[in-house]
Nanobody, 125 residues
Framework: QMQLVESGGGSVQAGDSLRLSCAASGRTVNRYSMAWFRQVPGKARTFVAAMTWSGERYYSESLEGRFMISRDTSKNTAYLEMNRLKPEDTALYFC???????????????????WGQGTQVTVSS
């Protein structure tokens, strides 16, 4: 199993940018797909963005193009660049990953085997 550690969360003002990082460690995999989800208290964890091992990217339509996921394979690290942040982006952000090469739907929680502990993002107006 891969260990995932998120970092980069914090408190910002509306309109600011923030970059989250997710470092994967534990075993070497040739191909590893990673994603970001977020959760607010009392609500379900929802999909934000994903990048498959082959480089395909998926985004939640609700983001309106403000976020971008990227990956540095040499560092086994994924990033989530968040721009024009809004108060409704406030959530605990989780990194997820899987060594599986195929999933029917990369936007679903069930597609991922490994999860981090989360990093808090708070956006004030």
């Amino acid at each position: 199993q891969m260990q995932l550690v998120e970092s980069g969360g914090g408190s910002v003002q509306a309109g600011d940018s923030l970059r989250l990082s997710c470092a994967a460690s534990g075993r070497t995999v040739n191909r590893y797909s990673m994603a970001w989800f977020r959760q607010v208290p009392g609500k379900a964890r929802t999909f934000v963005a994903a990048m498959t091992w082959s480089g395909e990217r998926y985004y939640s339509e609700s983001l309106e193009g403000r976020f971008m996921i990227s990956r540095d394979t040499s560092k086994n690290t994924a990033y989530l660049e968040m721009n024009r942040l809004k108060p409704e982006d406030t959530a605990l952000y989780f990194c997820a990953g899987t060594p599986s090469w195929y999933r029917v739907d990369w936007t679903q929680r069930i597609a991922y085997d490994d999860w981090g502990q989360g990093t808090q993002v708070t956006v004030s107006s």
